[in-house]
């Protein structure tokens, strides 16, 4: 007998496809039958997913979106990738430091792997503050003290504002005139901004005569 198929090889292509097959058998006399069948190509083999661990910055809003691109290694399938996703792209304030996303890679087949990357989220944005400046007099003992509510006009920071701190707070005598307090504000991540305030001190009481 004489076994004679049309087709015999299949790649990606054939997968999840009607393939129909023509099957012609020959015996030693030369007579012929043939019959036809259907072949179901199925692609069980799952993605190869690659990940890196990237390091990225919050912007002004407090925020960053991580995308695919930038967590994907060279994934690869021995058909075609359809889809990838990260199971979070989003991060904020509340994940500064260290956070684990996993990129899901599935092929046409619905296959899929998964890998695991991790995401490092750095806030550098410094606060904002704004400084105000301030006529003040020294009291019957001859002082003032100065509180940072005094001389912060608005300090903010997305992340929030851990201290607000000043070069000086206690005024007496000495200080009688114009004087140059710096206001230093310091966010929850320790990024620092600084601005100045012109405090100008009067010690206009009276002296008390005996």
């Known amino acids: 007998l004489i076994i004679d198929i049309d087709t015999d090889e299949y790649d990606c292509i054939s997968v999840e496809e009607v393939n129909t097959i023509h099957v012609i058998v020959t015996d030693e006399a030369g007579n ?7 072949v179901t190509v199925l692609d069980t083999i799952a993605p190869v ?3 890196e661990d990237i390091t990225v910055y919050l912007d002004e809003n407090g925020s960053v979106d991580v995308d695919v691109s930038m967590i994907d290694n060279g994934s690869y399938d021995n058909c075609d990738i359809d ?6 792209d989003v991060f904020d304030c509340l994940n500064t430091g260290v956070n684990v996303t ?3 890679v599935t092929d046409h087949s619905m296959n899929s792997a998964i890998c695991s990357a991790e995401v490092t989220i750095i806030d550098s944005i410094p606060p904002v503050v704004t400084c ?3 006529t003040i007099q020294l009291d019957e003992n001859a002082h ?3 509180t940072a509510e005094l001389l912060s006009s608005e300090s903010y920071d997305e992340c929030g504002v851990d201290t607000i701190l000043l070069s000086k707070y206690e005024l007496d005598c000495d200080d009688i005139g114009i004087n140059t307090i710096i206001l230093t504000a310091v966010d929850v991540n320790g990024n620092t901004s600084s601005c100045a305030s012109e405090i100008t001190v009067y ?3 009276a002296p008390n005569v005996v």
């Open 83 to 88: 889809t990838m996703y990260l199971s979070n």
């Open 102 to 104: 996993q990129l899901i």
């Open 32 to 38: 012929q039958a043939s019959c036809s069948a259907t």
């Open 132 to 134: 105000r400046d301030l």
């Open 203 to 205: 010690g206009n009481i």
């Open 49 to 51: 997913a690659m990940c």
């Open 144 to 146: 003032y003290t100065l």
